[in-house]
């Protein structure tokens, strides 16, 4: 049976057009002339009975068909460079896993362990993409994701890989501005300092006093970042104190740049999973690194004497 599909020039140059809403521009980027991208934008909406764009005074603007179809292209395009660009890179051997990650812990953690994994499987490339919400695996090219928080995402496997056990750390300055002269101080002195807030884990700072058995009334007041790496950043300032998983700034305290203000920590409630798509599970490449992923999990757990 013939597929209904259209010429892929003319979705190149559809999509070009689309991107930049301009016809001009669309050549330029496709070494066309304007006329040649008319032409096949043209033959497009021919083949599909809908028009794409509005010609307007300044211009192309696209209908609200073009603009839906266009997104839809869009993400097509980018399916068929990736598969064309992996089959380019390994010659039909081996293969190549997409993994969406959270930004500080592949960074921190992952990376440094990760070349273990490719000397050990040379055949298997593992690139890494970050997000750090949650997401629907079916409207992506992700064959896995490693994310904190809930791991019931709807028609996956979880794999559990640690909690964090985050501790309070700020610069060595912040302590002598504040009149300390070392750590570690109490939970009370600690409410006292300039409290650095993690967008991702808004009750963080909560949680932590009240395992601590202090009730603090601007656990949740301070400047909020995303990202871990922001926060270490901030807390190395002496912009205010962070609570933050040794495992994220190890070569910051190793080198004084951060201090552990308090000794007290707390197990999250919730922990970072491998999560896997249920289609995907039988992959021979996902689980071979699922195994060596679970087995550096364990290793660092049973070290650091993490739960």
């Known amino acids: 049976m013939r597929r209904k599909i259209p010429s892929t020039t003319a979705l190149v140059a559809f999509e070009t057009a689309a991107r930049h809403e301009s016809f001009t521009k669309a050549a330029e980027d496709l070494a066309l002339t304007q006329s040649a991208v008319c032409r096949q934008i043209a033959s497009l909406e021919t083949y599909l009975g809908v028009a794409l764009f509005r010609r307007t005074k300044r211009g192309v603007k696209l209908t609200d068909a073009g603009a839906t179809y266009s997104r839809q292209v869009a993400a097509r395009l980018d399916a068929v460079e990736h598969d064309t660009l992996n089959?380019?890179?390994?010659?039909?051997?081996?293969?190549?896993?997409?993994?969406?990650?959270v930004p500080t812990f592949a960074t921190k953690w992952l990376l440094p362990r990760l070349a273990g994994f490719s000397r050990q499987h040379d055949n298997i490339t593992v690139n890494l993409t970050t997000r750090t919400r949650a997401f629907l695996f079916a409207e992506t090219e992700f064959d896995a994701a490693i994310h904190f928080g809930d791991a019931t995402w709807p028609g996956t496997v979880a794999h559990h890989l640690m909690r964090e056990h985050a501790v309070p750390v700020c610069s060595p300055g912040l302590l002598a501005s504040a009149g300390k002269k070392a750590a570690p101080l109490s939970p009370v002195n600690i409410a006292q300092l300039p409290l650095l807030q993690q967008g991702t884990r808004p009750y963080a700072w909560r949680h932590w006093f009240e395992s601590a058995g202090v009730g603090v009334s601007?656990?949740?007041?301070?400047?909020?970042?995303?990202?871990?790496?922001?926060?270490?950043?901030?807390?190395?300032?002496?912009?205010?104190?962070?609570?933050?998983?040794?495992?994220?700034?190890?070569?910051?305290?190793?080198?004084?740049?951060?201090?552990?203000?308090?000794?007290h920590t707390y197990p999250s409630t919730h922990a970072y999973n491998l999560i896997i798509p249920?289609?995907?599970?039988?992959?021979?490449?996902?689980?071979?690194?699922?195994?060596?992923?679970?087995?550096?999990?364990?290793?660092?757990?049973g070290k650091a004497g993490l739960a």
């Open 87 to 101: 089959i380019m890179a390994h010659q039909g051997r081996g293969a190549t896993l997409e993994l969406a990650v």
């Open 218 to 263: 601007t656990d949740l007041s301070g400047p909020r970042y995303e990202l871990f790496s922001m926060l270490a950043q901030a807390a190395m300032h002496d912009m205010g104190v962070a609570l933050i998983p040794v495992m994220m700034i190890e070569e910051e305290l190793a080198a004084g740049r951060l201090v552990v203000a308090c000794s």
């Open 278 to 301: 249920e289609r995907k599970a039988e992959s021979p490449a996902l689980q071979v690194f699922s195994q060596w992923l679970k087995t550096e999990a364990d290793a660092y757990r």
